[in-house]
């Protein structure tokens, strides 16, 4: 077995960036890739993002670790890891249960388009429960995270 071997950078090719800043890069990244190629080839295994590949436009490799949920595309900062781990997670759990059901797994009564966790995972469509609540947005039934997408 082959292993790849992760390329140093010296210390002078680092630097800091912000949420938006990485992106923005994403968006330009794909934006330059031919067709098919999209933002997802920048994601992995561990849902990190390959910042290496965003060099150029951020002017160096950041020093920070950024993550992205390959199924909503939406990118978060370290301390925020496991939320594209859950999106991409429940967000399958959810399309496949609509697929089979033709029902949407809300809690019933709940305030906001909530994700009934207990019935995925009674239902087998859930291996893992996330620790916090997930939505359903009226966006192709993608999840959220944030409650205040709902606000008007």
């Known amino acids: 077995m082959i292993f790849k071997r ?3 950078y ?5 630097v800091t960036v912000t949420l938006p800043q990485v992106r923005q890069a994403v968006r330009q990244f794909e934006e330059e890739m031919p067709h098919p190629i999209n933002r997802t080839v920048l994601i992995q295994e561990d849902k990190s993002i390959d910042l290496t ?3 150029r436009y951020l002017g160096g ?5 950024f993550y992205m949920s390959r199924e909503t595309y939406e990118i978060f900062e370290e301390a925020d890891k496991l939320v594209p781990y859950y999106l991409d997670l429940v967000q399958s759990a ?3 249960y609509i697929s089979d059901t033709g029902k949407l797994p809300l809690i019933e009564d709940a305030w906001l ?3 009934h966790y207990r019935l995925l995972s009674a239902e087998s469509y859930l291996k893992e429960t996330p620790p916090f609540p997930l939505y359903i947005t009226d966006e192709e039934m993608m999840l959220t995270h944030r409650p205040e997408h709902f606000k008007s």
């Open 6 to 8: 992760a390329k140093k």
């Open 10 to 14: 010296p210390e002078s090719d680092h």
């Open 53 to 55: 590949r965003l060099k």
């Open 61 to 65: 490799v950041p020093r920070q670790k």
């Open 94 to 96: 959810v399309d496949n």
């Open 113 to 115: 388009p909530e994700v």
